[in-house]
Structure formats: structure tokens, C-alpha cells
């Protein structure tokens, strides 16, 4: 509740100034995304457009994930992926009421994506990609071919730290992994396949990114500048203050 409270507060009373990205945290808000994503990600579509209106989701959870805000809230048509069966079928039935949305069930790999992707007609120009599969993530971006997404979500390891370059190996078995095995450092995912690194938001959990030539005159942030430890939901309200967060 204090999040939301504190983003209407945001929303009367601070005037967004400056420039993206300087000025996203000011917009951020948590209506359906795991931390304040939803903010952030309409503060950057509204600078670059809505474009197609089109988005892919992989690793979507029974929420929707990091596209939920545009599907439920929006309209718009999309691409729901996630391996868990019983996930995708709530899912599916909450967004019943939008027939632009596919909801499959697939374990997506590095081998994969790209047949997925062009089964279910999401090749070329889509307007957001969100990879959030806890694994494998830097890997099945790297190996996307058919896809050329406008906006870019990928969720980043920040126990690897903002200085190194690393991920876990493509073949990595993730059965009882211990925690925090996951997934890719920041300083990994930020030079790949012609995208530039926009913001992290406020929690450490996700990046965004712009293709290189979407929207020119937002500039690249380095790694160091972007980067955000992760934090858990009560070390954030401890963080700003929520008057009810005790540690």
C-alpha cells in the first residue's frame, strides 16, 4: 500500500522534469508488475511510442509479468510464454476478455525461441521483449534471430556485481541450484545485438533497453551509473521511509 501511496504522491505533487532517463524513477508505480516496472515501462514507451501495440512476454507467470500492465490495462496483442501448465491456464482465462493475446506453455531455450517466436507470428518489429526465466535468459537473447523488439526488459543477476561480465554457462543444470545461481550481470547483458542500456529500476531486478535506433537522442547509461542493488519489497519501504517497515 505505501508504494502506491507514495506514487500518487509523486503524481500530484512532482512536477517530471529533465529527460529520460533521469526522469523515470519519478514515474515509477506497481499497479501489476513484481516491483514499480509499470512505470517505468509506460514513462519509455510514451518518449518512443506505442508503435504496433505488440509485445512478447517469456517467462510470464501467472501475473503476465513484466507485459501485464499492457495487456490488461491497454489492450494490447501479445505473446504470454511460460513452462508452468497450470500458470498459463490461470492466466489465460483472467485475459479471456482480450483475443489478442497467446498464452503457450513452452520451456523456452537458446535452441527454441526463434521457432517459437516464428510459430505464433511474432518475427520481426514487436514494440516490447521481457525475458524473466530465472535461468537462461542471456543465452536465449543472444540466440534471438527473428525478432527485433523496440523496447527491451531483461531481468539481470545483480549479485554478480555492476564491474563483471558474467552469466551462468549455457548447459547449467538450474535442478537445486543454489540460491542466487541465475541468470546474467548487467555488465553482460549491456553490450548485446545493437541495444543500449536506458535504466534499471529502483529495485535492482530489471533493465531496460532501446534498439539503437529507436529514439537516438536518449542517451546510453553506463553500467556503473545504471545499476541498482537488488533489494527485497520490505528493504525498499525500509529504504524510503515507509512508516510501517521494520526490519
Given at each position: 500500500l505505501?508504494?502506491?501511496v507514495n506514487a500518487l504522491i509523486r503524481r500530484l505533487f512532482l512536477p517530471v522534469e529533465g529527460s529520460v532517463p533521469l526522469?523515470?524513477?519519478a514515474q515509477r508505480f506497481k499497479l501489476r508488475s513484481q516491483h514499480e516496472e509499470d512505470g517505468y515501462l509506460l514513462a519509455l514507451l510514451a518518449e518512443v511510442g506505442s508503435g504496433s501495440r505488440r509485445f512478447v512476454e517469456i517467462g510470464c507467470g501467472r501475473s503476465g509479468g513484466n507485459a501485464a500492465v499492457l495487456a490488461f490495462e491497454l489492450g494490447w496483442g501479445g505473446l504470454m510464454v511460460d513452462a508452468n501448465q497450470p500458470s498459463l491456464e490461470h492466466l489465460s482465462m483472467r485475459l479471456a476478455h482480450n483475443g489478442a493475446i497467446q498464452c503457450v506453455v513452452a520451456e523456452v531455450q537458446?535452441?527454441?525461441i526463434n521457432a517459437l517466436l516464428t510459430e505464433h507470428g511474432y518475427v520481426g518489429e514487436v514494440d516490447l521483449l521481457s525475458i524473466d526465466i530465472d535461468s537462461y535468459d542471456y543465452?536465449?537473447?543472444?540466440?534471438?534471430?527473428?525478432?527485433?523488439p523496440r523496447v527491451l526488459m531483461l531481468e539481470y543477476n545483480a549479485g554478480f556485481g555492476p564491474t563483471r561480465s558474467?552469466?551462468?554457462?549455457r548447459d547449467a543444470v538450474m535442478?537445486?541450484?543454489?540460491?542466487g545461481y541465475s541468470g546474467a550481470s548487467l555488465t553482460a547483458l549491456a553490450a548485446e545485438k545493437g541495444y543500449r542500456l536506458i535504466a534499471c529500476e529502483d529495485s535492482g531486478v530489471n533493465a531496460f533497453y532501446l534498439r539503437n535506433d529507436v529514439a537516438p537522442t536518449i542517451p546510453?547509461?553506463?553500467?556503473?551509473?545504471?545499476f541498482r542493488p537488488q533489494m527485497s519489497r520490505l528493504e525498499v519501504d525500509v529504504e524510503r521511509g515507509a512508516p510501517d517497515a521494520v526490519l
Amino acid at each position: 500500500l505505501s508504494w502506491k501511496v507514495n506514487a500518487l504522491i509523486r503524481r500530484l505533487f512532482l512536477p517530471v522534469e529533465g529527460s529520460v532517463p533521469l526522469n523515470l524513477a519519478a514515474q515509477r508505480f506497481k499497479l501489476r508488475s513484481q516491483h514499480e516496472e509499470d512505470g517505468y515501462l509506460l514513462a519509455l514507451l510514451a518518449e518512443v511510442g506505442s508503435g504496433s501495440r505488440r509485445f512478447v512476454e517469456i517467462g510470464c507467470g501467472r501475473s503476465g509479468g513484466n507485459a501485464a500492465v499492457l495487456a490488461f490495462e491497454l489492450g494490447w496483442g501479445g505473446l504470454m510464454v511460460d513452462a508452468n501448465q497450470p500458470s498459463l491456464e490461470h492466466l489465460s482465462m483472467r485475459l479471456a476478455h482480450n483475443g489478442a493475446i497467446q498464452c503457450v506453455v513452452a520451456e523456452v531455450q537458446p535452441e527454441t525461441i526463434n521457432a517459437l517466436l516464428t510459430e505464433h507470428g511474432y518475427v520481426g518489429e514487436v514494440d516490447l521483449l521481457s525475458i524473466d526465466i530465472d535461468s537462461y535468459d542471456y543465452w536465449v537473447f543472444k540466440a534471438l534471430e527473428v525478432c527485433r523488439p523496440r523496447v527491451l526488459m531483461l531481468e539481470y543477476n545483480a549479485g554478480f556485481g555492476p564491474t563483471r561480465s558474467v552469466t551462468i554457462p549455457r548447459d547449467a543444470v538450474m535442478v537445486d541450484a543454489p540460491k542466487g545461481y541465475s541468470g546474467a550481470s548487467l555488465t553482460a547483458l549491456a553490450a548485446e545485438k545493437g541495444y543500449r542500456l536506458i535504466a534499471c529500476e529502483d529495485s535492482g531486478v530489471n533493465a531496460f533497453y532501446l534498439r539503437n535506433d529507436v529514439a537516438p537522442t536518449i542517451p546510453a547509461q553506463p553500467v556503473e551509473r545504471a545499476f541498482r542493488p537488488q533489494m527485497s519489497r520490505l528493504e525498499v519501504d525500509v529504504e524510503r521511509g515507509a512508516p510501517d517497515a521494520v526490519l
